[in-house]
């Protein structure tokens, strides 16, 4: 099974307004870190938001936010606002944190990746 | 600010050359990774570093080696480039601290095209 599922290839969005990017996740640990990047064209990946399991309020940085849903395994990111600028690839990713093993350090998982089109 | 940078943004090679691609951090991370990705199959790991000298293979190894002899500076190498290795390589390092907490930042990437 897949650990963390886009299941939306493209949105669209009027420009100023709000967009919801969804992502679920699979995991059986109890400590796990959840993350967006934003790919723009040039195809550097940026990183925008991080969400920690045990974290009790939503992540939220600028026009970023996080609805971090834990019983549903679900970390969805809102962009508020929406600019031009905002046009990318957007990418969830996983990083579970329950074995220390240093041959398994760091290793984080992707989704495919969300396209998102603001249109003017 | 995270720094981390790769030798080339774009790269040409002919089947069968010897390929080097090289990421440098400038955070002292102790973590360094190579992806590719390409499109409808997502970033694939390829190998990562967690020290000098250490090097764990990823999801997708194969025809591929890497090499860490200084901490800043992770270098992937294609022995003998083939034409199903053309991609986007992305270059990312992490502090190595903090377990799940821990967030890798990403090189501007290197498109390699083996012709």
């Known amino acids: 099974a897949q650990k963390i599922t886009q299941t939306q290839p493209g949105m669209f969005v009027q420009e100023k307004e709000a967009v919801t990017l969804d992502c679920t996740y699979d995991t059986s640990d109890q400590s796990y870190g959840l993350f967006w990047y934003k790919q723009p064209s040039s195809g550097e990946m940026i990183f925008l938001i991080y969400q920690g399991s045990y974290d009790e309020q939503n992540a939220t940085e600028g026009r970023y936010s996080l609805n971090f849903q834990k019983a549903r395994k679900s970390a969805n990111l809102v962009i508020s606002a929406s600019q031009l600028g905002d046009s990318a690839m957007y990418f969830c990713a996983m990083r579970e944190g329950d074995s220390n093993d240093d041959t398994n350090a760091g290793k984080s998982t992707f989704g495919d990746g969300t396209t998102l089109t603001v249109k003017p | 600010d995270v720094k981390v940078t790769q030798s080339s943004r774009y790269l040409v090679k002919r089947t069968g050359e010897k390929v080097f691609l090289e990421c440098v951090q400038d955070?002292?991370?102790?973590?360094m990774f190579w992806y590719r990705q390409d499109p409808g199959l997502g970033l694939r790991l390829i190998y990562f570093s967690y020290d000098v000298k250490m090097k764990e293979k990823g999801d997708i190894p194969e025809g591929y080696s890497v090499s860490r002899e200084k901490k800043e500076r992770f270098s992937l190498i294609l022995e003998s480039a083939s034409t199903n290795q053309t991609s986007m390589y992305l270059c990312?390092?992490?502090?190595?601290?903090?377990?799940?907490?821990?967030?890798?930042?990403f090189g501007p990437g290197t498109r390699l095209t083996v012709l």
């Open positions: 955070m002292d991370h102790e973590n």
């Open positions: 990312a390092s992490s502090t190595g601290q903090g377990g799940f907490t821990d967030t890798q930042y």
